[in-house]
């Protein structure tokens, strides 16, 4: 998704998909990691 968007300079959904992302990444982490290695998008 990221990948696609960003190809296609479609920064609106680039963003998106990596908000998406992140927020994805952010769930583990604040199960797994004591909410530690939280990245502001």
Do not use: T
């Amino acid at each position: 998704m990221v990948v696609n968007a960003a190809k296609a300079k479609d920064f609106p959904e680039a963003r998106k998909a990596s908000e998406l992302m992140l927020n994805h990444c952010h769930d583990c982490h604040r199960q797994f990691a004591n909410g530690k290695h939280i990245l502001e998008p």
